[in-house]
């Protein structure tokens, strides 16, 4: 894959950063306290990317509007002191960034995440100057795999749909690029393997930081 693109936009979770644990302990917490059955570590993992009451909803099959905005507020009681202090950048997450900057390419963010606790830990690792924008959970109103922010991202920017990749871990991503008319690269950093990608276009499916940034910079 050549580097023809004027701007790039991440996913957060399982993409650049990894929050498990603070993610699990939300989960474990917030499930506790709506009487529901705690889920283990593994199957909290297999939800991370879709948006806290999509995932509440699809572990325990209450879609009842109360309850998931209840869990979302026991969630964010015990998760996100934890995540704007635990949370790790994978390996290769800031060369990445840092190396893309320095090419004049222009970079965000657009997750499930609330984007206060992306900026945080962007800010923690001396790279929040990397991005224009952070796109988290409450600046849309449709979530992957709907395209809102990614084209919300696109207008922020000003360039064409064939200036602009969108990098993610999951088929929610994946299905979010297609919608909004983008390239789609996929990094495996996730519980996502590469044959689940088969079914959407991909200019990339790289098995870690290093790899993607070696595309995407081939001369480097």
Known sequence: MCMKYRAICFDFDYTLGDSTDSIVAGFQYGFARLGQPVPDRETVRGTIGYLLED???????DGD?????????????????????ETTLFPGAAELLR???????????VSTKTGETIEYIMDRYGLKDTLEFVIGSYDVTRHKPH???ILKALDRMGVSKEDFLYCGDTVLDAEAAQRA?????????GTTPAEDFAP??????????PELARALTPNQ
């Open 181 to 189: 008319g983008v390239d789609f690269a996929a990094v495996l950093n």
């Open 147 to 149: 395209p809102e922010g």
């Open 99 to 109: 190396g893309l900057h320095s090419r004049g390419v222009r970079l965000g963010i």
């Open 200 to 209: 959407w276009p991909c200019v990339q499916i790289a098995r870690d930081l």
């Open 65 to 85: 509007p109360d309850h998931k905005a209840q869990f979302r507020a026991y969630f964010l009681e015990v998760a996100k002191p934890r995540q704007r202090e």
């Open 55 to 61: 995932a509440y909803e699809l572990l325990t099959g």
